[in-house]
Antibody, heavy 118, light 108 residues
Framework: EVQLVESGGGLVQPGGSLRLSCAAS????????MSWVRQAPGKGLEWVAN????????YYVDSVKGRFTISRDNAKNSLYLQMNSLRAEDTALYYC???????????WGQGTLVTVSS | EIVLTQSPATLSLSPGERATLSCRAS??????LAWYQQKPGQAPRLLIY???NRATGIPARFSGSGSGTDFTLTISSLEPEDFAVYYC??????????FGGGTKVEIK
């Protein structure tokens, strides 16, 4: 059974940092692109970042470029999101999602909540 | 950036009725469009990919159509568990993606 379990969310002050993790199981992690998608409270979905199979290619939505870094450890079946210089508008539930070649996501975690507030 | 506009924002229907949801792209996305369902407190669920292909395990009452800039998700006969928010998502400029704002299907 495919499982994605996020962790690392919490309350952080503006300008602070946080590192999110996603533990994957039930599939060959190194064979899939992985992504982070976020959802602000009561709002819609926003794609945040993608990372290729071995981590050689990474892509970001403009609003997080230069502040967030996506990475992965295939030996640990884990995906990460390092978030620096956090802003109030980064407050959201962050989902880890498994990417298909077709450019969509077939499995999602339950999310980890990040709250940026003083 | 490709902008996806979903309409209506809210659709009020009764169980057994047909639901028709629209997603319009600001420029052509060919057939590179997916649909997701999200229920309160749950992660999104992939329903349709490449405009008209049902994902694994998705009931046949869900169908997608369209190409270019205009797309439709149809639920032929609403079941109680279908009342949820639906999002479209494009991958035309892969590996950059955008979502529509969502359509809430609520019980009338």
């Amino acid at each position: 059974e495919v499982q994605l379990v996020e962790s690392g969310g919490g309350l952080v002050q503006p300008g602070g940092s946080l590192r999110l993790s996603c533990a994957a199981s039930g599939f060959t992690f190194s064979s899939y692109w992985m992504s982070w998608v976020r959802q602000a409270p009561g709002k819609g979905l926003e794609w945040v970042a993608n990372i290729k199979l071995e981590g050689s290619e990474k892509y970001y939505v403009d609003s997080v470029k230069g502040r967030f870094t996506i990475s992965r450890d295939n030996a640990k079946n884990s995906l990460y999101l390092q978030m620096n210089s956090l802003r109030a508008e980064d407050t959201a539930l962050y989902y880890c999602a498994r990417g298909l070649v077709r450019g969509c996501w077939d499995y999602w975690g339950q999310g980890t909540l990040v709250t940026v507030s003083s | 950036e490709i902008v996806l506009t979903q309409s209506p924002a809210t659709l009020s229907l009764s169980p057994g009725e047909r639901a028709t949801l629209s997603c319009r792209a600001s420029q052509s996305v060919s057939t590179y469009l997916a649909w997701y369902q999200q229920k309160p407190g749950q992660a999104p669920r992939l329903l349709i990919y490449d405009a008209s292909n049902r994902a694994t395990g998705i009931p046949a009452r869900f169908s997608g159509s369209g190409s270019g800039t205009d797309f439709t998700l149809t639920i032929s006969s609403l079941e109680p568990e279908d009342f949820a928010v639906y999002y479209c998502q494009q991958r035309s400029n892969w590996p950059l993606f955008t979502f529509g704002g969502g359509t809430k299907v609520e019980i009338k």
